[in-house]
């Protein structure tokens, strides 16, 4: 079960870059003017680059918290209802 969650966690990561990939419009600018690409394809680039960048503070958290995290999840799903 931890890999299937594992999984589809990185695998949904990927997918929906593409939808979160805003970046900063400063970084974009310069990156773009000192470019000799295309303007959306290093842009794209840029915006992927950040977010990989962002990323790993929240890798580091969840890696140093993972105990509480599992045992707030466990207690969230695996909690009885009133019937």
């Known amino acids: 079960m931890k890999k ?3 999984f589809l966690f990185f695998n949904t990561f990927i997918l929906v870059q593409n ?3 805003q970046g900063c419009s400063q ?3 310069m990156a773009e ?3 000799e690409l295309e ?3 290093f842009g794209k680039n840029i915006n992927s680059g950040i977010l990989y960048l962002m990323i790993i503070p929240y890798l580091i958290l969840i890696f140093l918290f993972r105990k509480q995290l599992i045992s ?3 207690q969230y799903l695996f909690k ?3 019937a």
Do not use: I
């Open 33 to 35: 003017q000192g470019s």
């Open 72 to 74: 707030l999840a466990k």
């Open 4 to 6: 299937t969650v594992v």
């Open 27 to 29: 970084c974009k600018m």
């Open 39 to 41: 303007e959306g394809a």
């Open 19 to 21: 939808l979160f990939a």
């Open 80 to 82: 009885k209802r009133p």
